[in-house]
């Protein structure tokens, strides 16, 4: 399985971004798909997951902001990010696994399937 995580790019405060994640091999219909970021010298952060049944989760830092969804066919996730500030900016990861259980799946280690980041600029 290979994610490809792309639409990343420099926007302005206040602005959108929306993210893409798209796996190559295999439905994300009965996994999970995370969005991860990580800031210059900072640790990588959760961002937002969703799981089979379409259950999601987000960050607190998050509040209401960004919204994650998959299409139909299950093999694309999005990361819509609206109202972005300059403190979004980071690389964002997608990530994803299919384990029977989850036992944090706001947890970066809890997944073995990563894309390669796309870089979100927000300036000020």
């Known amino acids: 399985v290979q994610l490809q995580a792309y639409g990343g790019g420099l926007v302005q405060a206040g602005d959108f971004l929306r993210l893409s994640c798209a796996a190559s091999?295999?439905?994300?219909?009965?996994?999970?798909v995370g969005w991860f970021r990580q800031a210059p010298g900072k640790e990588r952060e959760f961002v937002a997951a969703i799981r089979r049944g379409g259950f999601t989760y987000y960050g607190a830092f998050v509040k209401g902001r960004f919204t994650i969804s998959t299409d139909s066919a299950k093999t694309t996730v999005y990361l819509q990010m609206n109202s972005l500030a300059p403190e979004d900016t980071a690389v964002y990861y997608c990530a994803a696994d299919w384990h029977p259980i989850f036992r944090s799946i706001r947890t970066a280690g809890e997944y073995n399937y990563w894309g390669q980041g796309t870089l979100v600029t927000v300036s000020s």
């Open positions: 091999g295999r439905s994300f219909s009965s996994g999970a």
